[in-house]
């Protein structure tokens, strides 16, 4: 069994540095390994996903129905709907995080080395990941990262929110379960642009969510796995410790974002007209108070603790099967 102390190292006729994927490696292989690790991140713990919407949602009824505990939220749920209700949503997910996550890693990647390159004194490479470990850099590449993808994320998130929250609709209208359909209802009554009112927003949570993701995943790398070579028990680890701490730093952000992508389901007037991040803030610090802005904080930690867990791992386990 492969522990801490005893990493596996890859080896072939000449030893091979892990954290680089080879010169001649294909983009499309590179895109490969972010999809396979953003599907294998938002599908496993979907069903805290969807009691983190749930308790953060206002004036549909879903936050006072739930309890404050996250397995009491989700037997609640489970004996009144079916446990496939915590699975609402899972089809947005599947469809859009693959690709997203393709071009979020894809992007990372190339402008982590490109700063590296311009900003360091290390020896300049043309290989599409560089093995340097500069948590700062990182955390920048970060950025550009959460912008490509959460481009073409957002309206997949925007659906899965309002698939998520089905149990809502009885009173505000009766949007199917059903993906294509659920779109075409967000279409048909609200217009294109709520598929991406919530997209400034998604990025001011997502950039700092994933740059302090990116920056305490390197760091935390860097102290349990110095050397650099295939560990996935420190590349699980060093991945719940950033996903966690960043989800419970942004989770105010993450709130305010989920009023903007469910507002259409809420029976408050103030809610739905609500337009953007500020406005948004103001009428969740009316309603709410600051009690308001860590609605979910438990189950966004709880998911994204085993979430950024499995992104990594499967990341660079996907890297360790391409170098191969």
């Not at 850099?137 to 089905?166: C, E, H, W, Y």
Request: aromatic share 8%.
């Amino acid at each position: 069994m492969t522990t801490l102390a005893e990493p596996h190292v890859l080896k072939s006729a000449e030893e091979i540095d892990y954290e680089a994927l080879p010169e001649d490696a294909s983009v499309a292989a590179h895109l490969a390994a972010g999809a396979f690790a953003g599907i294998m991140e938002h599908t496993v713990m979907f069903p805290l996903d969807s009691i983190k919407t749930r308790m953060q949602m206002i004036g549909s009824g879903q936050s006072t129905t739930l309890s404050s505990s996250v397995l009491a939220s989700i037997r609640k749920i489970s004996s009144a709907e079916g446990a496939r209700s915590l699975w609402r949503g899972v089809s947005s997910v599947v469809l859009g995080a693959g690709p997203a996550h393709a071009v979020y890693f894809s992007v990372f990647e190339a402008t982590k080395t490109q700063l590296v390159n311009s900003l360091t004194n290390s020896p300049k490479t043309n290989k599409i990941v560089t093995d340097e470990r500069h948590p700062m850099i990182a955390s920048l590449a970060g950025v550009a990262a959460t912008v490509a993808s959460d481009a073409l994320m957002n309206p997949f998130d925007v659906i899965k929110q309002r698939m998520q929250a089905s149990s809502a609709e009885k009173k505000v209208g009766q949007q199917s379960k059903d993906f294509l359909k659920t779109a075409a209802s967000i279409y048909r009554n609200e217009g294109f642009g709520t598929f991406y009112l919530s997209y400034p927003t998604t990025l001011i949570t997502n950039i700092p969510f994933n740059s302090l993701n990116f920056g305490f995943y390197e760091l935390s790398s860097q102290m349990l796995n110095p050397e650099g070579d295939y560990n996935p028990w420190a590349h699980c680890l060093a991945g719940g410790i950033a996903g966690g701490t960043a989800a419970a730093l942004t989770t105010p952000l993450d709130c305010i974002k989920t009023l903007l992508q469910t507002k259409g389901l809420s029976e408050r007037a103030e809610v739905r007209s609500v337009t953007g991040f500020w406005s948004g803030a103001k009428v969740l610090y009316r309603l709410e108070g600051l009690s308001g802005f860590t609605k979910g904080l438990k189950p966004r930690v709880l998911f994204n603790i085993p979430a950024s867990a499995i992104c990594w791992t499967s990341y660079q386990l996907a890297k360790e099967v391409m170098l191969r």
